[in-house]
């Protein structure tokens, strides 16, 4: 028997159709964030949230695969880093807290020093300090 709209899908229909709005927002803020320098590998929104930098496709999933994957991009959706916005905020307000946490720093250094493009101009000192704030806000987080 087909499905007449909305009223009388299944919920395998129904539930393919949210992962889809649901991805296809997600994958939106992908292509967005790895346009600028908050994306690719530096994001762990994007490394927690995805398998090769994007959401599977829906073809072929059961039910509760389908609801695993929604689940994934809901709060890859909501996470505050997966906008370029969010992923500023954080990485500027974790070198403020890293360099001025300790109070050996005066503000203004602290100012100097949270200019990001300093640590992604030098890779050596970008990986190690990037990677260091996302692992120490994410597990602040959990």
Known sequence: MASHGRRHASA???????????????NAKIRKLNKGIYGG?????????TENGSFPKARGMNINQLRRFTSKAKSFNRAETSTTKGARRVMHQTIRNIFGGHGQTT????????????????????????????????????
């Open 41 to 49: 590998s530096i994001n762990p929104a994007i490394n927690q949230y």
């Open 107 to 142: 503000e203004q250094e602290v100012q100097s020093m949270n200019n990001i493009e300093i640590y992604l101009n030098d890779p050596e000192k970008g990986s190690r300090l990037i990677q260091r704030y996302f692992d120490v806000f994410y597990k602040v987080k959990r």
């Open 12 to 26: 395998h229909t129904k539930m393919m159709k949210t992962y889809k709005k649901q991805v296809r927002r997600a």
